[in-house]
Structure formats: C-alpha cells, structure tokens
C-alpha cells in the first residue's frame, strides 16, 4: 500500500507523546523511495508563485496536525530524509519546555531551495500528549558557498542570515506578512520565535512561567561530518550514516544578537529514510509566536 493512501489513526491528537512518534514514524519509514529512484523535480517559478501569497502562507501557522492534505504541495522544502533523533539536555541553563528536558523527536533535513540550488534545512518535532506537536525549524546561520552539497558544514539556527536573491526576498517578505496578519509581533523573515517550545512539556503540562531563549543553534559535530560522506545527493549521503552518533551540539542565547550557551546534544537513533510520505504528507506547522492577545 502507497504510504499516501495511510492517514494517522484515529484519536491520535488524543495519545501519548511516545505513541504519536511510534505511529508518525511507521508512516516515514513504511514505504521508502526505491533506491536510486530518488525525486528530484521540483515546481517551477510559475508553480511557486503561490509562496508570494500571504493567504496561502497563513496554512504554514493554520494547518492542524503532522499531516499536509493531500490537495497542498510543499513547494518549498519538497524534498528531505526523515530519522529519529534525541535531543539531550547537558549543560544547565534556565530555559523551560522542551528546551528544559529535551526528548525524543522527529528530525528531517530538507533541501530549502531545490532545482540545483542546494540550501540545506532541519526540521525537528516533539510530540505532546493530547496536543498539537511542537516544531523547531531552522536554516543555516551563514551564507553557504555555491556547489557545496554537503549537510553539515553549516550550524542552522531559528535566526539566520536574510536572503539574497529577489524572489527568495520576496517569499520572506510573504511569510511574514502572514505571521502579521494573524496577529503575530515577533516572527520575521529570518528569525522564527521559539515562544511555543518553552511553553510546553511532553506530557501536555504548560510551563509555570515560561522562560524563552532568542536564538537557538545546532553545530555539527565532527563525527557527523565524518560519518556523512560526501555525494551529489544529500539524501542518499544522510541514508549511508549509522543510527547511535552524535549529529549537533546545541547552544541557546538570550537575545538573538548575543553569544550563545552550551544546552544538549542531538543523537542520531535510526538511519535515515526518504520516503513519498515524508515528502508529500509529513507536516511541520510553524508557530507565529507572541501576538498583539498575548498577555505580558
């Protein structure tokens, strides 16, 4: 059976954090790409002319679950390679959340760009029991040579460098005009609020008073760098990396301009997979962060 034609059980916003990750994963990984049979085709100007829209962008903050209905393409991070990972907590800090105790989490790398021009991504989700999952998303934190292909020779953080090219410019532009319109105060094109992962316990319990960093980055480690050989295709590089290895070293700061601080690590604990369902099903909401209704 085509992992498309699955749907998440019924009753699974209703789980426990563990059995959402359990059958978000089945999903993932049950019907994997045929090897060297790898998508590549992504939409063209014309069939991305939809991201200048700030209606349709508004489904990226207003979509439920971890599911895309099938009628909404990606048409940006349209490929990508999905494993489980764990985020540990290391070093003491006063962050709440996820950032307090870390967990289990899906994480996907995808290919931001696409059509040749690579611009690498990472997507990590932690599941809560009896609500909605919460999502980090981030891109690389420097502009990244023309031709390099390789996953983790960027550090990707939820603050990063603004775009250069013009049309890229104005997919950000669009994205923020609809964080704006849903009352959003914080989100910018190149800095994505993490408000909602501090808020947040695995287990559904909201943090007593929230204690928010500004900016949160992921250093690849030299084991990952050596573990993920080099390839024309990321995907297929990610695929070749044993489960059980060190992938980043995260670091957290208070303000989105200041040095950041020793926080956990990110360890790898399946291999990767890249699958039709991770591509054309597998959601990652973004949260538009504090509002002009959010209380001080």
């Known amino acids: 059976m085509s992992s498309l034609a699955m749907s998440l059980p019924d009753g699974y916003s209703l789980l426990r954090a563990e059995e959402k990750l359990d059958a978000l994963w089945a999903r993932v990984s049950s019907d994997p790409y045929p090897e060297g049979a790898l998508p590549t085709s992504v939409p063209g100007p014309w069939g991305r002319r939809k991201l200048f829209s700030t209606e349709f962008n508004r489904g990226s903050f207003e979509l439920p679950g971890d599911e895309l209905p099938p009628d909404r393409p990606k048409l940006v991070h349209t490929y990508g390679t999905c494993a489980l990972v764990t985020l540990k907590i290391t070093s003491p800090h006063a962050y709440t959340g996820v950032f307090a105790k870390g967990g289990a989490a899906l994480?996907?790398?995808?290919?931001?760009?696409?059509?040749?021009?690579?611009?690498?991504?990472?997507?990590?989700?932690?599941?809560?029991?009896?609500?909605?999952?919460?999502?980090?998303?981030?891109?690389?934190?420097?502009?990244?040579?023309?031709?390099?292909?390789?996953?983790?020779?960027?550090?990707?953080?939820?603050?990063?460098?603004?775009?250069?090219?013009?049309?890229?410019?104005?997919?950000?532009?669009?994205?923020?005009?609809?964080?704006?319109?849903?009352?959003?105060?914080?989100?910018?094109?190149?800095?994505?609020?993490?408000?909602?992962?501090?808020?947040?316990?695995?287990?559904?319990?909201?943090?007593?008073?929230?204690?928010?960093?500004?900016?949160?980055?992921?250093h690849p480690t030299e084991e990952a760098k050596r573990a993920c050989p080099d390839g024309k295709d990321f995907r297929t590089s990610l695929g070749r990396m044993p489960a059980g290895i060190k992938l980043f070293d995260v670091r957290v700061g208070e303000k989105i301009d200041q040095p950041t601080q020793p926080m956990g690590e990110v360890w790898l604990d399946s291999t990767f997979v890249a699958s039709r369902y991770g591509d054309e099903r597998l959601f990652f909401a973004h949260d538009v962060g504090p509002t002009t209704s959010t209380p001080h």
């Open 107 to 218: 994480l996907r790398f995808s290919d931001a760009k696409g059509g040749g021009a690579f611009m690498p991504s990472i997507a990590l989700k932690f599941m809560v029991t009896g609500k909605p999952s919460l999502n980090l998303l981030a891109l690389p934190t420097a502009y990244r040579e023309k031709g390099d292909l390789r996953c983790f020779s960027s550090a990707y953080s939820n603050a990063t460098v603004p775009a250069k090219e013009f049309d890229s410019k104005l997919v950000q532009s669009a994205f923020q005009k609809a964080a704006k319109a849903l009352g959003g105060t914080r989100l910018y094109a190149v800095y994505l609020p993490l408000h909602h992962l501090a808020g947040l316990h695995a287990d559904g319990t909201s943090a007593a008073s929230p204690v928010v960093p500004d900016r949160v980055e992921f």
